[in-house]
């Protein structure tokens, strides 16, 4: 059984994440604590699946704590303490819905996700009747905010003056980031701010396309930055003045020097992802501090790994965790250790305000990005994956190599490449950025067709 993806469970209402399941997972998580928070997005399956979910946990002898409709960050910081379920899947469809589990604030790792999908496999009986838990209901949200108003105050200047416009996309920031940015001084403008679980105004994925509205609007008016959400709020878009998006790992980038730059420690780590650019390795070495990378949906892991091997070596007071990100997805461990778009659109707004957008990004080298997507059966994955491991550093003898999470390549010049098997279609993902990219992608795709021609032929 594989029931979690690279973000929790997730999938069609109709055969995957079905009211069957949610109980069965409620049940399940009931077993590794007392209390649990529950949770909703604006999906109209919600309701349904969330009253599952907490059925589940209290047939399984929890106690459960019903929160309503939040974001996901909010969600996650209400589990500080305790455990928490969070009905949402995120950027997806109407059609979909999720299960995202977390654990004092953090979303469960491997580990703890194989043992919901063993005990959701055994699928084990309630327990005695004068065992079962009960529920009560919570008031989070409030209190969500106001902590990360407080927490978005420690950074640059006040937003007096500053024109924002956010696209809450009909999800669950609409009843978070305008409220947080208007709190801390900014002219807000908000569109799609209406919670729907039908996702009128746009597709819940913040991508060019959908947020083609957003674009326009800031193009038009005279605003110092536009924001877009997805369903949930935990991923976030940046957009400039001129209505431009502003490229993700630029976003990441500045974040990850500004942390770096503020911290106390003498060792400032930066964790993100293998294919996140090269931009916030020069950003971060500029500032003091240095990157790990761990695989996609990992961050906590890559955090907690860390944070482990700076115990073993004795490290802890050197050594510290100051951000965390993948592209749209963000951690920041002084708030929490749950990925948080809320929380970077006011950080991101505060820094805004200082310093201006146009000064922010122009330490940052931007060279072109390219992703490809190469046919290739799920099957035969692995042993192309296996065949790439040895043809790309022959193929690019002069890049240093690391095959920890796919095979990356880097020369010094910052370019790289990036390729590695989906999780969740039938591709081999190649990732390039370099001031010549084309002709690095011409290159390394020959490579990867050629291994895929052999393998699947």
């Known amino acids: 059984m594989d029931l979690f993806g690279t973000a929790g469970i997730r999938g069609s209402v109709t055969d995957t994440v079905t009211p069957t399941l949610a109980l069965s997972v409620g049940r399940a998580a009931a077993v590794d604590g007392a209390e649990f928070v529950v949770a909703r997005d604006g999906r109209e399956t919600g309701p349904a699946l969330a009253a599952a979910v907490e059925a589940g946990l209290e047939s399984g002898g929890a106690r459960v704590r019903r929160a309503g409709q939040l974001p996901t960050p909010a969600l996650a910081y209400a589990s500080q303490g305790r455990r ?47 065992e079962w838990g009960d529920s009560t209901t919570v008031d989070v949200l ?218 922010l990004r122009e330490p940052v080298t931007e060279r072109p990005y390219r992703k490809v997507s190469i046919d290739c059966p799920d099957e035969h994955k692995g042993e192309v994956m296996a065949t790439l491991e040895a043809r790309l550093p022959e193929q690019f003898p002069e890049a240093s190599v690391s095959t920890a999470y796919g095979v990356r390549l880097e020369w010094p010049d910052a370019s790289w490449v990036l390729v590695r098997p989906s999780g969740t279609e039938p591709y081999v993902r190649l990732y390039a950025e370099s001031d010549d990219v084309d002709a690095l992608v011409e290159d390394a795709n020959a490579v990867i067709e050629r291994a895929v021609e052999e393998t699947t032929t």
């Open 142 to 359: 409030s209190n969500y905010r106001e902590t990360v108003i407080g927490y978005a105050e420690e950074f640059g200047s006040a937003l007096d003056g500053l024109r924002v416009v956010v696209d809450c996309g009909n999800g669950t920031a609409s009843v978070a980031t305008p409220q947080v940015l208007r709190a801390l001084g900014a002219d807000v403008v908000a569109l799609n701010a209406s919670v729907d679980g039908h996702f009128p105004g746009r597709e819940s994925k913040p991508t060019p396309e959908t947020l083609e509205d957003l674009l326009e609007f800031v193009r038009a008016g005279e605003f110092d930055l536009g924001i877009g959400h997805d369903g949930d709020a935990d991923r976030i878009v940046i957009v400039a003045e001129d209505g431009s998006i502003v490229h993700e790992d630029t976003v990441l980038a500045i974040l990850a020097e500004h942390y770096v730059a503020r911290s106390d420690v003498s060792d400032p780590v930066v964790v993100t992802t293998p294919n996140a650019s090269a931009r916030i390795d020069e950003r971060v070495r500029a500032a003091g501090g240095r990157v790990e990378r761990v695989h996609l949906g990992g961050l906590h892991e890559g955090i907690a790994e860390v944070r482990a091997t700076a115990e073993e070596q004795g490290a802890t007071d050197e050594t510290s965790v100051v951000f965390a990100a993948e592209p749209w997805k963000h951690i920041h461990p002084a708030l929490g250790g749950w990925i948080d778009g809320i929380a970077s659109a006011a950080v991101f707004s505060r820094l805004v305000a200082t310093d201006g957008l146009a000064a």
């Open 84 to 130: 928490g379920i969070m009905v949402t899947a995120s950027h997806n469809p109407p059609t979909d819905n999720g299960l995202k589990l977390f654990v004092d604030g953090q979303e469960y790792d491997s580990i703890a996700e194989n043992r919901i999908e063993e005990r959701v496999a055994d699928d084990p009986d309630p327990v005695e009747w004068n």
